[in-house]
């Protein structure tokens, strides 16, 4: 069970960037599938953007297409969510994901992962 700490998150106005981090504690962290999930209050927790064991494939939601980019360095055992002109829409609390597979297909769904972080709190104001 592979550990997923997040952080970077923060209060920012709109149209500020960030970049989100998460380390993970497992040393085959090139074998996981990786994801980021955000949960606005009041509302489920949706898919932002998924990358696979290699990061050579990604998949992103409609709503941070050209806006998010997620990044992985398999030597440091982290992901990366880089935010940019963020909206206050973006505001959630975001989540890393992993699930230990071997697959380019993309890994969308909650259900796909079985590791979870706690989550990073991301404030947008307008």
């Known amino acids: 069970q592979v550990q997923l700490v997040e952080s970077g998150g923060g209060l920012v106005q709109a149209g500020d960037s960030l970049r989100l981090s998460c380390a993970a504690s497992?040393?085959?962290?090139?074998?996981?599938?990786m994801g980021w999930f955000r949960q606005a209050p009041g509302k489920e927790r949706e898919f932002v953007a998924a990358i696979d064991w290699t990061g050579g494939v990604t998949y992103y939601s409609d709503f941070v297409k050209g806006r998010f980019t997620i990044s992985r360095d398999n030597a440091k055992n982290t992901l990366y969510l880089q935010m940019n002109s963020l909206k206050p829409e973006d505001t959630a609390v975001y989540y890393c994901a992993a699930r230990q597979i071997i697959t380019i297909l993309p890994l969308r769904s909650e259900n796909d992962y079985d590791n979870w972080g706690q989550g990073t709190q991301v404030t947008v104001s307008s």
């Open positions: 497992e040393r085959t962290f090139g074998r996981y599938g």
